[in-house]
């Protein structure tokens, strides 16, 4: 059973092939340029039983039906394993409840899960196993890169673990800030988190996405780190939903 997993985000998309429950080597492809030829020749002669995606671009989702028109696409409508106790489901981002999905079936609830994309997510499930919201804050690039783009003299940095909270040149002072003050806005966010939904039942915490393994490191508030937290999502749906009878086909 090979079932291709694909999580489009608005910089990169990743996509794999899972062989049963495991998941195959991870392909990048910058989202701005996905297509489906660009998809089809990445993925060589593979020829999945199923696909199913979650995709925060929708042209993006064009491209990804256009290759592979059974593809199942995330959505509050299928079976994700938690329930939705939310006013507009519609509005949540196919990504989170990916998200949602692993933590649920991987980690159990209640739970937090901190996405760090280009916007960092935190998503919310209650100690019943429902999705009840979330919160978004700008993601730790898109803030220094805002500096750059922004300012005359600041340089655009590297992202690695600051020297020291003092920074002795420009770039280290950038660092710094960026680094430890991202940790200081994780570490706020979800205390008031915890206090507000669940001030007698700690929830597990889990970090994914991008910067997970460099934020994560500097603060003792994890449970878990999985960079790969939201395909192992898109994998609990596929199994959820059934894929493996449904096999899909690429257009000649």
Partial sequence: MRTLLIDVSNSFTKATVARGCRLGRVLRIPTPSLNASRLRVALGKTNPNAVVFCSVVPAKSREILSA???ALAVSPRIDLGVGIDYPDPKSIGPDRLANAAACAALHGFPAIVVDFGTAVTFDVLSSKG???GGVIAPGLNAMTGYLHEKTALLP???LHEPKSAVGRTTREA???GAVHGYRGL????LARITAEEFPKNKPTVVATGGD???IAKGLDLFDAVDPLLTLRGLLVIAEKNR??????????
């Fill in 68 to 70: 592979f028109p059974q």
């Fill in 130 to 132: 429902a999705y009840i």
């Fill in 156 to 158: 655009r940095v590297t």
């Fill in 174 to 176: 950038m660092l710094s």
């Fill in 186 to 189: 994780v570490r706020e966010i």
């Fill in 212 to 214: 997970a393994e460099l």
């Fill in 243 to 252: 894929l493996i009878n449904r096999p899909a086909r690429t257009k000649a």
